[in-house]
Structures are given as C-alpha cells and as structure tokens.
C-alpha cells in the first residue's frame, strides 16, 4: 500500500527536561526520558498500514515551540495526533490549535491523560475537535481513512456545539498486539534512541512491551488501570513474537545494551513461558522488567538465567493500613521475602516508595524510609504521590479536601511541606548510607560516572530547601 496520507504524531514541547511518556508526567530531576512508548505503538501501526508518518518527542528532542512549529509545517501533515500531559495539557492545546488552524489539517488528542476526563479536554480546544479514548491506534487510522465519526468507537468529538463520546471498543487482543510492527523498529529510524535514558537501566537501552493492562488492576492510585485500560486485563503478544523483536534487536541495534519490558506488570506466569523460550534461543540481550513483589524463588532463578539484570518494583509503603487502604494486594512480608530472594537470584531491584497516601502520617512515612534502607534496594526513587483525576484516590483525597491549590497531598496529619521533607530525607538517609556509598566506591563506573547529571542535580534537591522533590 502505497498511501501519501501524512500524519504527525507530536508530543509537544513544553518545560526541559518534562516527561509525559511515563505512567505519570512530571519534571525529571535524574534527567529520566522514557520512550513515547503509546505513541509509538501507534505510529508504528500506522507506518504498517501504509501511512506516511512523521513523530516527534519534542522535550526529549530539547525542541522548543517554535523550532517545533517549523517542523510540522514544513512537514504540511493531513492529521496531526496530539500525545498529552496532565501537567502540560492547556500548553498542548494552545501549541497544537494554531497550528491545525494554518494548516487546515485535521486533528486528534490521544493518551491516558486525555482519557481522564475527555469532555473537559475537548470543551479547553478551539480547533481541534477529536479526542480518542483508551487505544488508540485502530482509531486514529480509521479518522485517517475518513470513516464516520459516529461509528468510530472510542472516539469524543465535537457536533453542533455538543461533544459527542462513542461507546468504547474491546481492547486489543494478543493477536491483533502481535500484527503492530516492532516498536524497536519504528524508534529506531523515527527518534535518537541516545535521547532516552534513565539511572536504573544501561545505556542506551530499548522499551517494549510484551503485552497491555494489569492483571492485577486494583491499585487506587494508577492513571492507567483506572482511565486508560481498566481492570484486571493483561493482553498479551505471544511469546514468538516477544523473542523476535529480541531477536532484532540484537541483531540490527547492536548498541542497545538493554531491553526494559513495559508492561504495568510481568507476572510470574508471564515471565516463566518467556524465559524458558529465550534460553531456548540462545538471545544473550539483557533485559529488565516492572515486577509484582510476589514472585518465586524459582521464576526469579530462571529470569536471571534469562539475562534479566533490574525488576523494577513498586513498594510504595511500609504501613499495613496503607497498603490495604490503596488495594496493593500485598503483606510487608511478602515483599520482604521477595526483596531477599529477587537479591538470592542475582537480581538487582529498583524501589519506588511514595509519600501523602489517604490517611498516612509522619510516623508511618518514617516506617517506609526505615523499611527501604533495610530492603537495601540497588537504587531507589521516594515520590510525592500524585492523584491523578479519574483514580479512587484522586477522588477521596478530593472529596476530605486534602489537596492543595496544585493538587497535590496536603492532609492536616500530613502537609505537603511535611511530605516534602519526607521524601529529601529518604533519599538521603538511602544514598548517603554506609552501604550505598561503599558501592559507589567499589563500582564508580556504575553509581557515579554513568550519573554525573543525575547527582548534580540531586544534591541541592535534597539538602536545599528552596528545591522540590
């Protein structure tokens, strides 16, 4: 198919060093990019069904708005796919608007952010008049092919001043995941893969996901589960088609030394069906993966003999009440024995823990910095936890009036300026221990000179009161 039907898929410039690539938008203090990942799926989709397509990562890029604005008209795309922030939304809007205007383009807002609350989105355009649900990439070819606005599921538009929402369509299926071209393929000719980089993984490395949704999916607090792919769904590519994107990795970009897994979730059942196929095939490629902190003994031998090297693991608190009260699904305990044995594995551990959950107080915050210096994680991230609307936990902490004019916690056993505190003591307590400091002497390539940026950034952060976490 050869289709000259142009189409642009832009995340938009905004603040240096911003970031809405991720499970959640913010300013990055370690310089963290990761991959537009939704989007490039979707680019990746379209690309395969014939379409000329241009993408841009504008804040990865370091684009500003008017070198940004040259690009696109230059470009003259027949549909523009606008990729939004919660943080940088009314920026996105007022960027992308003109431009649709002058260039009489059609257009369309995509992304879990914009899935929060589509009407309010879509009333803040003056232009643009489109805005896609969930998935997104079936959508957006059908806009592209001209079908029927009212019988294109997923998709809120604008009619006679009414703002129209469509039913939702059922998510992809593992086959219709598997026929997406390689996303790996896709970056590699669309974006400079050196622009993408976070501490916890080796540079450069590659995201993919091997499937969609949380087969958990209750956590209150997580954008995607609750706006974005609901539920406990897991939707899966099959395991060949997984060991090939491998497979091309290794062979045709070489320079990635690293493959992060992005899915909400490798479940153990999951990663035991691909390890065994990756041994099988002698793929040396090393990889990393988000984790649930209740995975075997057993599973985690098998994926470091797969070449798994990191699992990131959301933690989050040390407080029993809290846990319950957020519907982790697991026992401090659990967790524990899970840190011990992911360590017995070989295997290193990235820890998120967070601060200003429902009814948390100093004294249960102190139980979590304790309990992360006895975990001893390789690295660690301590986080102001952000309720994004559409979450349970955005709406309770609304409804008791614990957030602030920014939206952030503020609770009255809690302040946002405790929580804070909180957090700047976390990290120094973790990176300035004994033990994190003699690792850094005994592999300075690994916590020091491969983090320069990130440490000089991190220091006023967490000594300077004037800097935020």
């Excluded at 059942?269 to 002698?282: H, L, M, N, P, S």
């Amino acid at each position: 198919m050869n289709n000259p039907y142009r189409i642009l898929l832009l995340s938009a410039p905004y603040l240096t060093e911003y970031m809405r690539n991720a499970r959640c938008d913010f300013v990055s203090l370690s310089a963290t990019q990761w991959y537009p990942i939704l989007l490039g799926y979707c680019g990746a989709y379209l690309e395969g069904q014939g379409y000329d397509v241009k993408f841009i990562d504008a804040p990865a890029q370091y684009l500003d708005h008017e070198k940004t604005k040259q690009i696109i008209l230059e470009y003259k795309p027949d549909l523009l796919v606008l990729y939004t922030g919660h943080m940088s939304e009314q920026n996105d809007i007022d960027f992308a608007d003109p431009i649709v205007e002058e260039l009489k383009c059609d257009a369309v807002i995509v992304g879990p952010f914009a899935s929060i609350d589509p009407e309010k989105t879509l009333s803040k355009t003056k232009v643009i008049n489109k805005l896609i649900m969930s998935e997104f990439e079936h959508p957006v070819s059908e806009v592209a092919k001209g079908e029927k606005l009212s019988g294109i599921k997923n998709l809120c538009y604008k009619e006679s001043g009414k703002i129209i929402m469509n039913p939702i369509r059922p998510y992809l299926t593992g086959s219709q995941l598997d026929e997406i071209p390689f996303i790996s393929k896709f970056f590699k000719t669309h974006i400079d893969i050196y622009r993408y980089k976070t501490p916890s993984e080796y540079y450069p490395f590659m995201d993919i996901m091997s499937g969609r949704g949380c087969k958990w999916g209750h956590c209150t607090y997580c954008l995607w589960v609750h706006t974005f792919i609901k539920g406990m769904t897991y939707n899966l590519r099959s395991v060949e088609n997984v060991i090939e994107e491998f497979r091309f990795i290794e062979k045709e970009m070489p320079e990635i030394r690293s493959v992060m897994i992005q899915d909400d979730t490798f479940t153990e059942d999951r990663a035991a069906i691909f390890c065994e196929q990756k041994i099988k095939t002698g793929i040396k490629l090393t990889w990393s993966c988000y984790a649930r902190a209740d995975m075997g003994l057993d599973v985690l031998k098998m994926m470091k003999k797969a070449g798994c090297r990191n699992l990131h693991v959301g933690y989050e608190s040390a407080d029993p009440e809290v846990l319950r009260h957020i519907k982790k699904g697991l026992k401090v305990e659990q967790m524990t024995k899970f840190t011990a044995d992911a360590k017995k594995a070989g295997l290193q551990i990235h820890g998120d823990f967070a601060f200003g959950f429902p009814g948390e107080t100093p004294e249960k915050a102190q139980k979590t910095i304790d309990w992360a210096y006895k975990l001893n994680p390789h690295t660690a991230q301590f986080q102001l936890m952000i309720p994004f609307p559409g979450t349970p936990f955005y709406n309770e902490m609304k409804a008791n009036n614990w957030l602030n004019a920014e939206g952030q916690p503020d609770m009255p056993q809690f302040s946002n300026e405790q929580i804070r505190k909180t957090a700047k003591k976390a990290y120094r307590k973790f990176y300035l221990s004994p033990k994190h400091l003699w690792k850094s002497i005994l592999h300075p390539r690994e916590y020091v000179f491969s983090r320069l940026k990130t440490i000089s950034r991190a220091i006023p952060a967490i000594f300077w009161s004037k800097w935020k976490v």
